[in-house]
């Protein structure tokens, strides 16, 4: 363990490779990682923190889990890729485990290798099952999709979308939660309606309960697809496989990524119903999508969940972290939301940054994703004493921003 200042010298050094060697599209991060165990990481310094965000809610088992190395050491050197041009086992022991997860042995999966990609899919996915005469989406305000040119179009940060449009496809946007304005915006020329189960990217940004159904009736009454983002919520985040599951809705579209690898770049959009064969051969396609090593990290994460009552583990260590948040009592806080291992610390004032360097310094990784508002989505695996450990030591760290 090393006393240096954060960020410590050896990632100054690489701070200054990166700067000369790669784009400028995520400024310099400020921290360099250099391995991990568990739920918690040391930098290029050796500095030790526990990983309260997981890789923007990616590492589910943690790091450097057994079960995940063994499963990607053990396909890698028996197949590493096939391409699209022939299958393997394992991406159809993925689909088929997924299937049977979500209950619906009539949904079909397309693997990809992203969330970006998924929801990609699930455009055109949505557009074919449509046909020519609608050809209008809807998505909500301060939604995320993904940065692709498909995604980015139904994304609704206007920071992030308007410098790269436009983008050819029409995208009423409405505000988030608000039934009313979405049923005035779906009509019969609308081919989909893009929803997340709260908003991650705004900071964990939940709906008015019973939300989904009402898509569900907004959709089925129009004739439009229903597709749920699930890229960040799903695999296990809010304490049940699937967020919609906890809501009684199924969707006609579901995107999955993040979680789903542990660590390793996959993603899938599954259809169901008559969504579920609106592709046909020829019409999508991924070079890597589903590749053996990536299936195999999915199968491993997906069995470890299982075997370990991580579902439970994250709805029970969420309901800890956030109770122990709001128990700190400190001014700079205004409220906690989400639901298992995926909350949304709102905060009194646009400290977030501030408070994701103060909990750097006290060996915790937070993740500032809006001004006022830092996001928590550790590791699954995360425990009682470690969710104790950051909630006692979190009036200090919000004294020190506040100081």
């Not at 360099?32 to 918690?40: D, P, Q, V």
């Not at 930098?43 to 997981?54: C, F, M, P, V």
């Not at 159809?92 to 998924?118: H, I």
């Amino acid at each position: 363990m090393t006393t240096d200042p954060v960020p410590g010298p050896a990632t100054r050094a690489l701070q200054a490779r990166f700067e000369a060697a790669l784009m400028p599209n995520y400024g310099v991060p400020p921290l360099a990682l250099a391995r991990g165990e568990g739920s918690r990481v040391t930098d290029a310094d050796g500095r030790d923190y526990l990983d309260l965000i997981a890789g923007i809610a990616v590492s589910a088992l943690g790091h450097g889990h057994p079960a995940l190395a063994k499963a990607v050491a053990e396909q890698a050197a028996a197949l590493a890729h096939t391409s699209n041009l022939f299958l393997h086992e394992r991406e159809v022991e993925l689909a088929e485990r997924l299937q049977r997860l979500l209950g619906a042995p009539d949904a079909r999966v397309f693997l990809a290798n992203s969330g970006t990609e998924a929801n990609e899919a699930a455009i055109k996915l949505a557009k074919r099952a449509a046909g020519p005469g609608r050809t209008v989406f809807v998505a909500t305000e301060n939604g995320f999709h993904g940065r692709s040119a498909g995604a980015l179009a139904l994304t609704g940060k206007a920071a992030i979308r308007e410098p790269f449009g436009p983008y050819g496809t029409e995208v009423r946007f409405v505000p988030h939660g608000d039934a009313g304005a979405l049923a005035a915006a779906v009509d019969e020329t609308v081919a989909a309606v893009f929803v997340e189960p709260a908003q991650g990217e705004a900071g964990v940004v939940l709906p008015p309960a019973g939300h989904l159904a009402r898509v569900r009736e907004i959709c089925d009454a129009a004739g439009a697809a229903f597709v749920l983002d699930e890229i960040q919520s799903g695999i296990g985040r809010t304490g049940h496989w699937f967020a919609h599951q906890a809501e009684g809705v199924r969707p006609d579209i579901l995107t999955l990524a993040k979680g789903l690898g542990g660590g390793l770049p996959i993603g899938a959009c599954i259809g169901f119903g008559r969504y579920a064969g609106a592709f046909a051969k020829g019409d999508h396609g991924s070079t890597f999508g589903g590749n053996p090593v990536a299936a195999a990290a999915a199968l491993a994460v997906l069995d470890t969940i299982e075997a370990d009552g991580l579902l439970d583990n994250a709805a029970a260590t969420g309901a800890l972290l956030a109770d122990g948040i709001r128990a700190a009592g400190h001014p700079l806080i205004a409220g906690v939301r989400g639901t298992g291992l995926w909350l949304g610390v709102a905060l009194t004032e646009e400290a977030a940054p501030a408070v994701q360097a103060a909990a750097a310094r006290h060996g915790f990784l937070v993740n500032a994703v809006a001004p006022a508002t830092v996001r928590i989505a550790p590791p699954l695996i995360l425990t009682a004493a470690e969710a104790r450990e950051f909630t006692g030591a979190l009036p200090a760290i919000l004294d020190e921003v506040t100081a």
